[in-house]
């Protein structure tokens, strides 16, 4: 008996197209990480003793 190579593709597919994704939940993730950075600097330059003018950390903010 002879199997055509789409064939042959197609039954070996068939465990992997039945596998459903689950997902496990992820906590404490930033969300924006260009973001979540610009505020550990802001928070670095006040706690160094050097903070940025408000205005700019309101512009950052935004």
């Known amino acids: 008996m002879k199997f055509s190579p789409i064939a042959l593709i197609l039954y070996l597919s068939l465990p ?12 404490g993730v930033d969300l924006q990480p260009f973001a979540a950075a610009s505020d550990r600097l802001i ?20």
């Open 16 to 27: 992997l197209y039945s596998l459903k994704a689950e997902f496990l939940p992820v906590y």
């Open 43 to 62: 928070e670095a330059l006040q706690f160094a003793g050097s903070p940025i003018d408000p205005g700019d950390a309101t512009a950052i903010n935004e």
